[in-house]
């Protein structure tokens, strides 16, 4: 195991390029007290929902994986009570998924194996099996746990899916305990008419915040990020 040395030392020095004026080094510092308040604001939100009341007990959900039944209560593997679950948007009759989606779950299938170390993860979605098995062939994702529903209850509660049967982009967390999963937590992108309610589930947005030009009014397409694999 690699330790970080504990000589290791917080430093307090503004991190500019050699020869940088005067202007740029108040400007950067600025930011520098920024960037730490924004990063203690970020550990008092995780604070706060780690601190939740215990959530409601939850009936058994069931979902679909290679065409074997699951209950909600299965999705805790290896004796580890947490659980998270991101729900894919996904359109009737359509063959591809969200993008924005596709985007998140990118990254998800790229992390899965170190997040399982820990707590539990899974995707589930309201497609048609064969439909999102191919979607991950194409995708490249070969490492997250892929579900579908087995009807509309889990989408509905969770608020994946409105009123009117579209979905939404959603994550939610579950705990075990004893012999009953309870629901912890819930989010979904658009809070307060923006798509920013669970930027923290992608680094693309956090990479495109250090450049000059920013996010601008980028959109994440399907186009590019196909593997070519049918």
């Known amino acids: 195991m690699i330790l970080v040395a504990n000589t290791l030392q917080v ?53 679909v994986e290679r065409g074997r039944p699951v209950r909600l209560s299965e999705l805790f593997a290896d004796g580890k009570t947490e659980l998270i679950v991101y729900h894919l948007m996904y359109w009737k009759e359509e063959d591809e998924f969200c993008p924005m989606c596709s985007m998140w779950v990118d990254g998800l299938n790229a992390v899965a194996k170190h997040v399982e170390r820990r707590a539990n993860i899974v995707v589930a979605t309201r497609a048609p099996e064969d439909k999102v098995r191919a979607w991950a062939r194409r995708r490249g994702w070969n490492t997250i746990r892929l579900l579908c529903d087995d009807g509309a209850d889990f989408a509905r509660d969770t608020g994946a899916e409105d009123g009117n049967g579209d979905p939404v982009e959603t994550v939610a967390v579950f705990v075990k305990d004893g012999s009953a999963v309870r ?33 601008d009014d980028w959109y994440p397409s399907n186009d590019y990020a196909l593997t070519g694999e049918v």
Do not use: K
């Open 183 to 215: 629901n912890t937590y819930v989010s979904h992108a658009f809070t307060l008419g923006e798509i920013r309610g669970i930027d923290l589930l992608t680094p693309v947005w956090h990479l495109f915040d250090l450049l000059p030009s920013g996010r």
């Open 11 to 63: 430093r307090e020095t503004i991190p500019v390029m050699p020869d940088a004026d005067d202007a740029y080094r108040a400007a950067r510092e600025e930011l520098r007290r920024a960037e730490i308040a924004m990063r203690d604001q970020i550990e008092r939100v995780a604070d706060l929902r780690r601190r939740l009341p215990v959530g409601p007990v939850l009936p058994e959900y069931r979902f």
